[in-house]
């Protein structure tokens, strides 16, 4: 038995430094994945965290959108509403219909009136539906940051921008459009044959028109929403930090492009209505062949289709529904979002 005892006693003294290492390297190797349990634990704690943030972020962007998307929805109901007071062809209409005073000067008064007022819409609801769109990213971002950090008094008043537009602005271009589509369309005669073609040609001569002078809608928006502050760098009030952000982003080049897009697709969009009465007389879903496009309507002719188009809202609601599905409105604004953040 002892015999034993010594030979294991032995055999122990003779590999006591294997011994050593060995238990060395297990207890190491234990410690090691312990470590590495805890990191991967670690790990993904915080990835679980960073999605969770993400999730509820990117949920909050959402709502704001959703939010952002109907207020539009609702405000340009209003714009129309607003629009047909400042510019009231309903009016002309009836004078036309009852066959009283000079017919000619009431068509040439309709003319520009509808002209006016097609402008009008396509700039002004270009302009709200982006201004909201930089108002609701901004106190969207503020908000997620800081649930507390805009008093409910100070998001109505700060959103009043968009009612500023609504009237001294609407006013403000109608009264420069109407010199516009006087000067152009002044010199066209009612009786002139127009092609598609010169129909596109006069949207473009109008948009040009009003893009000029110290008054241009896109580069001056802050004075159709009458964004004036007397700014103080150094302010924190959150009032004059919202004004700040947003004076800062309406006179960005990115800004200026992205209405210019709008405006432009407003244009088209019209344009294209049009060419389904142009061609067919009537909406159609048939294509366009290569000899209708030398088709022609004297102008007189068109201004019961334009007013059609604009009184039954149908190409108001599609021009906002458009406007509100721009991809690049989306990015834009999640890009202030995220700037906040």
């Known amino acids: 038995m002892m015999s034993v005892f010594s030979k294991v006693r032995n055999f122990v003294s003779r590999h006591r430094g294997k011994f050593i290492v060995s238990s060395i390297l297990i207890t190491s190797s234990i410690i090691l994945t312990r470590y590495a349990q805890q990191k991967l634990k670690d790990w993904q704690e915080k990835e679980m965290l960073e999605f969770l943030e993400r999730t509820r972020k990117q949920q909050h962007f959402e709502n704001i959108g959703r939010t952002c998307n109907q207020t539009t929805m609702n405000l340009a109901s209003s714009l129309v509403e607003a629009l047909s007071h400042v510019t009231d062809t309903d009016k002309t209409i009836a004078e036309l219909q009852a066959n009283t005073g000079n017919k000619v000067i009431v068509w040439e008064t309709l003319k520009i009136q509808l002209f006016t007022k097609l402008c009008c819409l396509i700039y002004a609801m270009s302009m709200l539906v982006i201004i909201l769109r930089i108002q609701l990213s901004i106190i969207g971002g503020y908000l997620y940051k800081d649930p507390s950090s805009i008093p409910t008094e100070i998001q109505e008043k700060f959103l009043t921008l968009t009612q500023n537009l609504m009237n001294d602005g609407l006013n403000k271009i109608s009264?420069?459009?109407?010199?516009?589509?006087?000067?152009?369309?002044?010199?066209?005669?009612?009786?002139?044959?127009?092609?598609?073609?010169?129909?596109?040609?006069?949207?473009?001569?109008?948009?040009?028109?009003?893009?000029?002078?110290?008054?241009?809608?896109?580069?001056?928006?802050?004075?159709?929403?009458?964004?004036?502050?007397?700014?103080?760098?150094?302010?924190?009030?959150?009032?004059?930090?919202?004004?700040?952000?947003?004076?800062?982003?309406?006179?960005?080049?990115?800004?200026?492009?992205?209405?210019?897009?709008?405006?432009n697709r407003g244009f088209t969009q019209l344009a294209d209505q049009l060419s389904e009465f142009f061609i067919n007389n009537g909406p159609s879903s048939s294509k366009q062949n290569p000899e209708e496009v030398n088709l022609k309507k004297p102008l007189a002719k068109l201004l019961p289709i334009i007013n059609g188009i604009l009184s039954k809202n149908s190409f108001p609601d599609k021009f906002v529904q458009q406007l509100v599905s721009n991809e690049r409105l989306h990015i834009f604004g999640a890009n202030i979002y995220e700037s906040l953040l």
Not at 223 to 235: A, Q, V
Request: charged share 30%; hydrophobic share 35%; glycine share 4%.
């Open 175 to 263: 009264s420069k459009v109407t010199v516009v589509c006087k000067n152009i369309l002044g010199q066209i005669d009612l009786k002139k044959p127009m092609r598609l073609s010169d129909i596109d040609a006069l949207f473009w001569s109008l948009q040009a028109a009003i893009g000029d002078g110290e008054d241009n809608p896109i580069d001056n928006l802050k004075t159709y929403i009458n964004l004036n502050f007397e700014e103080d760098k150094s302010s924190r009030n959150i009032y004059t930090l919202l004004l700040r952000d947003t004076l800062d982003l309406i006179e960005s080049d990115e800004v200026k492009s992205l209405t210019t897009q709008c405006i």
